[in-house]
């Protein structure tokens, strides 16, 4: 049986992070578009997770700390300028939030 | 680094979820299975020899953060709003060709890579020893940290807070 190196860990976190991608390129609801750049977020963590524990070294883990604390603080705004902007324009497709098009 | 059936239960889990998430027509769907894709994340973390980091994304990301999700879709009414991409089909295209270019990037970066052998170090990474490192280490990023989540508060008040004297539709 092959033993799971960092390698595995490094491309699943490829693997999802290209999934949040995708979905902030395809879809066009805010919230869908902000839960895929926290899945984003969660894979450069586990990436992060993965070098820490292929160092030794603690770091890593010191650092999604910090990813985690700063994902929490831009749920908070998004989602608070994503209720601002549905009650004044009834909607959070973001083909219709062009106001600030040139 | 642990067992590789473990691993690969784990992974199928964490890909079936987010593609369930980025498929899902309901956004409510969308919000549980990204709190499933969490918490296999969560276990990879224990596997990864990060109980304490496992934890924390249990409480902070699948608990906190999600439910925040959960009340604002239910609070808009938003879970039937949009599907996927409107009427340009060639955005989705576009996107398609875009993330397979990403992930053939990733690819030859990962090849590469010369990972040696896994190295067998155990660290101690008990929450303990984290904090010590974090205050040893990182105590300006720390006390940053700190003025950024007072910041997002501030923000999100002066953001959610009811305009007086005008009316809802017309607010600057």
Known sequence: MPEVTIDW??????????????????????????????????????????????????DGQVLVFFVITVAAAEVAVGLALIVTIFRTKQSINIDEINLMKG | MGNP??????????????????????????ALFLVLNFATIAVLYITLNAPFIGMVQITVYAGAIMVLFLFVIMLLGADQLTGVAGKDKWQRYLAG????????????????????????????????????????GYVFPFEVTGVLLLTSMIGVVVLGRKKRGKDAGSNN
């Open chain 2, 5 to 30: 059936i473990v691993f690969f239960i784990l992974a199928a889990i964490a890909i079936a979820a987010g593609l369930g998430m980025l498929t899902s027509r309901n956004a409510v769907h969308s």
């Open chain 2, 97 to 136: 060709l875009l993330a397979a270019a990403l992930i053939v990037v990733f690819a030859i970066v990962l090849a590469q890579g010369n990972a040696d052998a896994d190295a067998v170090k155990m660290i101690d990474s008990t929450p303990g020893a984290l904090g010590l490192r974090l205050f040893e």
């Open chain 1, 9 to 58: 860990y490094i491309a699943l976190s490829v693997i999802l992070f290209t999934i949040g991608t995708l979905g902030v390129l395809l879809r066009r609801n805010a919230i869908i578009i902000f839960m895929s750049v926290e899945m984003m977020l969660n894979a450069a963590n586990l990436a992060f997770v993965a070098f820490s524990r292929h160092l030794g070294d603690l």
